[in-house]
Nanobody, 117 residues
Framework: QVQLVESGGGLVQPGGSLRLSCAASGSIFSIYAMGWYRQAPGKQRELVAAITSGGSTNYADSVKGRFTISRDNAKNTVYLQMNSLKPEDTAVYYC???????????WGKGTLVTVSS
């Protein structure tokens, strides 16, 4: 069992930056692939960025060059650094831990990011 708690969301102006954090507890964090997803009003949840247990990363085309995902296994935490934010980045951002099987797939409750002037 893994518990995930996101933090760092808030209101930011276009062009600004935020760093989201996701703290994990309850299992061996290092074995999980971690991901950040987002869901905007009226839209489906989409993958923003992911990082494997080995540190390989991938990003949605819409955030490449602006967002960076990283993990600190010693702190059981994954981060999402978001730069050059745009209004279309406004969404609830969710942290996901994927252990490779349906029974090892966990979600946080989300943190709201609002990009507006």
């Amino acid at each position: 069992q893994v518990q995930l708690v996101e933090s760092g969301g808030g209101l930011v102006q276009p062009g600004g930056s935020l760093r989201l954090s996701c703290a994990a507890s309850g299992s061996i964090f290092s074995i999980y692939a971690m991901g950040w997803y987002r869901q905007a009003p009226g839209k489906q949840r989409e993958l923003v960025a992911a990082i494997t247990s080995g540190g390989s990363t991938n990003y949605a085309d819409s955030v490449k060059g602006r967002f960076t995902i990283s993990r600190d296994n010693a702190k059981n935490t994954v981060y999402l650094q978001m730069n050059s934010l745009k209004p279309e980045d406004t969404a609830v951002y969710y942290c996901n831990a994927d252990g490779g099987t349906p029974s090892m797939d966990y979600w946080g409750k989300g943190t709201l990011v609002t990009v507006s002037s």
